[in-house]
């Protein structure tokens, strides 16, 4: 049957459902393919790879195939791309929403095709001759790709069939299959592991990315359902081939199906038999290639993917207590998913370096670390006299976005605002030297896929530096400290996203034009959907009611949400936002305020 619904208004995902003889016997396992680059999706048929014929011995056995378009391929495409020839479906696959704006939004490709494949598994499950516990994926390369996203995302799949995809040297050349922060610190075996203890078969080739399987992917994998106490729920495979799913590994697919959705008494013996593809012009759901009237183009898509990212946005609106544990509730995960934190759970270290007192002060060279054989954050930390007899002071922690020396100076002296903190009884934390340098591109080879940005690593740096200056900077003992966090220049904005980690802080803003999504693809403030947290807004309105002030706003730095959300909890005094930049003793003096 020809299938066409729509996963976004709008927007067509088009393919062919297989159902077995005597429908009306069911209810019947179903099954969706994806596919990955193989010619033209649906319609190739070479030794290979065919998922016609996979589809169609599925219906044989007793189960419903569901076969859908990658984005851009046959049926799945925009009214806006025209007439593209046979040979070029993977270039206006490649093409939605490539202007790195669009990652600001986390809009992209991967993105818009993952939704697809959960919108064909509602589609699945809406179907009345469907057994809706008995729903299954697979599909090779991309298309293992996606089955393996759909099984990390959605529990409704019984059982998964990536094939010749998991691998742990190559992890998808696609940009379907890269998505901003998918796998920094993961790999798309972990991504595999996560559908344990759910029934899973890897499928190998010993002529592609996935020769190790038998040693390295599968036994890796195995140990995480091993620990779930399912061990006989995974089995992975090699066969002798190029990169495919040709008969042998599809058979492997039935064998494996075949126990687990069918319940079969002898699943092995679940072979292919001779089949016949359909005509390429009969399995066209648009074989004039017009979509459906009202078809929504590439550029519209894009703009309502954004405004629903808006709409969620406005509609967290704090208007009181019980609506900033609502927005914590929501956002905080968000937040830490965007800047790629483990706050507040992640470790942290310090290391005191060459403690000396000098010019009535205590000083010391802090090294910080998350863990053993980083190069870690290198800050200088100073302490008002007397701290041995007096009540342990309150540490200001100081970052700029400037260049910072190789090393912290213990010969340094203390001056301008450090100095002015100190002779108030303040402690202060200085950063000299951020854990990382900066990248040299972000937006090539699917550099933040693989790798936090430069804003992410600066936020993640200061949540570190803060969770150790709150629990014993103090490089003579351990005692608890009111940390108050204070960022110059662009380095104030990453303080501004850093504040949940800080009781109190000082952020200039940089006159930053934020209603401008280029001036957020600036190097240091690149951060792949930070729109969808409000931008700037998020971070603070997570560390409410906290004492926050801001300055050097300029004219395009939206304050709303913020300014609502203290207002609402009846803390307006601990927000102060100012246009212009205050000078350093106004600073000094908002921070000495009592605060109730």
């Not at 010619?39 to 790879?49: P, W």
């Not at 100076?409 to 450090?418: H, Q």
């Not at 090539?444 to 992410?456: A, D, I, V």
């Not at 303080?495 to 009781?503: K, T, V």
Request: charged share 20%; aromatic share 8%; glycine share 8%.
């Amino acid at each position: 049957e020809k299938v066409y619904f729509q996963p976004l208004p709008g927007f067509y995902l088009a393919g062919n459902l297989y159902r077995p003889l005597g429908r009306g016997k069911g209810p019947f396992p179903a099954i969706l393919n994806p596919h990955g680059h193989w010619t033209v999706g649906r319609m190739a048929d070479v030794k290979d790879g065919s998922i016609a014929a996979r589809c169609i011995s599925f219906a044989r056995q007793g189960m419903i195939a569901f076969s859908y378009d990658m984005v851009g391929y046959n049926d799945t495409f925009f009214p806006d791309y025209g007439d593209v020839p046979a040979d070029k479906y993977y270039l206006r696959h490649g093409h939605f929403a490539t202007d790195p704006v669009n990652l600001l939004w986390n809009v992209s490709l991967m993105g818009l095709q993952t939704w697809d494949s959960i919108r064909a598994l509602d589609f699945l499950e809406s179907l009345p001759d469907v057994d809706r516990k008995r729903l299954a994926c697979t599909g090779e390369s991309g298309g293992g790709t996606q089955t393996s996203m759909l099984g990390a995302v959605e529990d409704r799949l019984a059982v998964q069939a990536p094939v010749v995809m998991v691998s742990h040297t190559m992890q998808g050349g696609c940009l379907c299959e890269n998505a901003p922060g998918l796998r920094v610190e993961y790999s798309n075996m972990e991504i595999a592991a996560v559908a344990a203890p759910r029934p899973q078969i890897l499928v190998a080739a010993s002529g592609d990315w996935t020769k190790d399987t038998l040693t390295v992917e599968g036994p890796a994998i195995e140990h995480i359902y091993q620990l779930l106490d399912a061990p006989d729920k995974l089995r992975y495979v090699r066969f002798d081939f190029g990169h495919n799913y040709n008969q042998t590994s599809r058979e492997a697919v039935y064998d494996w199906f075949g126990k687990w959705l069918l319940n079969h008494p002898n699943p092995a013996s679940l072979k292919e038999g001779p089949y016949q593809k359909e005509p390429d012009v009969d399995l066209r759901v648009f074989p004039d290639g017009k979509l459906p009237e009202g078809a929504s183009s590439e550029a519209m898509i894009i703009a309502s993917l954004r405004n629903r990212h808006l709409a969620q946005w406005e509609s967290l609106v704090v208007r009181n207590e019980t609506g900033l544990s609502e927005f914590k509730q929501v956002m905080q995960p968000a937040w830490q998913h965007t800047l790629q934190v483990g706050w507040p759970d992640s470790p942290a270290r310090s290391r005191a370096e060459r403690v000396k007192e000098s010019g009535g002060f205590t000083v010391a060279t802090l090294r910080i670390t998350r863990s053993e054989g980083e190069a870690g954050i290198l800050a200088s930390y100073w302490a008002p006299p007397g701290i041995l007899t007096t009540p342990a002071p309150r540490v200001v922690v100081i970052c700029s976005h400037k260049s910072a020396p190789a090393a912290a100076d213990i010969e340094a002296k203390p001056a301008g605002l450090p100095l002015a903190l100190l002779q108030r009884g303040l402690a202060v934390l200085v950063v000299d030297r951020f854990s990382t340098g900066a990248p040299a591109n972000q937006f090539t080879n699917f550099y933040s896929t693989y790798n936090r940005t430069e804003l992410q690593e600066r936020v993640r740096d200061l949540l570190t530096v803060c969770a150790v200056a709150g629990s014993g900077a103090d490089p003579r003992g351990p005692r608890f400290f009111d940390v108050t966090l204070l960022g110059t220049g662009r380095a104030g904005l990453w303080a501004l996203l850093a504040a949940p980690a800080a009781g109190a802080v000082v952020a200039d803003c940089d006159e930053l034009d934020v209603t401008s999504d280029e001036s957020l693809l600036a190097p240091d403030l690149f951060c792949p959907g930070i729109r969808n947290i409000g931008t700037f807004e998020g971070g603070a309105m997570l560390a409410a009611p906290h004492p926050l002030l801001l300055h050097n706003i300029g004219t395009d730095f939206p304050t709303v949400a913020l300014r609502s959300t203290y207002r609402a909890l009846g803390a307006s005094e601990k927000l102060r936002v100012v246009a212009s930049t205050l000078p350093e003793e106004e600073l000094v003096r908002w921070i000495l305020k009592p605060n109730p």
